[in-house]
C-alpha cells in the first residue's frame, strides 16, 4: 500500500511493506499436515482419495492409466499383542520409510488405515504394477524388526488393480484391489 504523506513540508511517498514468508511457510506446513500421517510420514486416506479422484478424471479424459497397490499387514494384532504396542509402529514406520525409497518421483504412498497402505502408481499398467508390489512384499518379507531383545518379521497380502472404462469412479478401482487382497489371503 502507497500512502502520500506530508514530511517537514514535503509532499512524499510512504510504502508499506509486510513479509508473509513466515505466514506462507505455515499455511503450507498446516496445509501438509492435515494431509499427512504423523507417524509415517505418508499421505492419509483424505489426501489418497483426493489424489485418486484426481488420476480417474485424467484416465477418463486421456486414458493415462493409472494402477493402485494396497498392502496390509497379515495378523497385526498378533504382533502387538506379542511385541507390544511399540512393536507394531516400529513395522509400521520402518516398512513406510523402506516403501518411500522405493517409490518413483510422482508415485504417492498413504497409509489409509491403522495397519493398511496404499500406493498411487501414475502412469503404470497393471502388469507393472503387480512386478513393483511383488518386489515390495519380498522386501517387506525379508526386513527384520528389532526392538529391545527381539527380532521378527512381519508379512503383507497385496491387492493391485488398474482403472478400467468401465469405471465410473475411483471407487470401482479401490473395489477391484479389495477383491484382489482378499484373494491373496
Ligand atoms: N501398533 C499399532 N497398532 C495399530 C495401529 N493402528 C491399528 N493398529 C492395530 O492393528 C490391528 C488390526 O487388527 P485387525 O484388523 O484384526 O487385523 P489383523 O490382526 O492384521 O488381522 P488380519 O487382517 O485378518 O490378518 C489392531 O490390533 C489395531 O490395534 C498403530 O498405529 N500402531
Redesign the pocket.
Known sequence: MINIITLDGERVAMALLRDVTYQRELEDRLTLESLTDE?TGFYNRKHFNARLEAQHSGFVRSGLPTSVIMF???????I?DQYG?A???LV?INAARMVQKELRPLDVGCRIG??EFAIILPNTQLHSAVAFAERIRQLIETMEFTLDDFSFHATVTMGVASFASTDTSYDSLMKRADEALYVAR
Request: proline share 0%.
Open positions: 507417524m496390509d499387514f497379515d495378523h497385526f494384532k498378533r502387538n504396542h512393536g507394531g509402529d509400521l491403522g495397519e
